[in-house]
């Protein structure tokens, strides 16, 4: 994920226009075809939501053509409804998009989103933070811990 990959600011109210958003820039940022990656993630979301609570919301699916994992963050402007297991609305929206065969990959990348989602701090910087290069800034910090870990 690169600095070109965060939405600061997005404005939208619910689940659908926040999906649709996301698969825009993923079309824009790695040449998938918008409506399909849309369908994806709301085939995904008819699973059961992927608003983890808090305010925060991971939408994935897997994309057959995708060499890699490849993610991108979305700060909402105002929380949109998200249909999320403890029914509040969501204001942080990470989107992972994994290669189709790509199970035990895909796992660890959200199992890797999750815990970096529990982290209080960041989850409140992240809140305060309006622009999207300081959004990623503070993204990147913790990924680097992760990985080092």
Known sequence: MGPEAVL??????????????????????????RRRVFELLLERERLGSTGVGGGIAIP??????????????????????????????VDLVFMLLSPDGAGADHLKALARLSRTMRDRTLVEKLRATDA????????????????AA
Not at 132 to 147: M, Q, R, S, W
């Open 60 to 89: 994935h699916a897997r994309l057959a053509g995708m060499s890699r994992p490849a993610a991108l963050f979305a700060r909402l402007a105002q929380p949109a409804e998200f249909d999320a297991i403890d029914q509040r609305p």
């Open 8 to 33: 600061a600011g997005l404005k939208v109210s619910a689940k659908k226009p926040v999906l649709d958003e996301c698969a825009g820039l993923a079309a824009r940022l790695w040449g998938h075809d």
């Open 132 to 147: 999207a290069d300081a959004l990623f800034a503070l993204l990147v910090e913790p990924a680097a811990t992760l990985h």
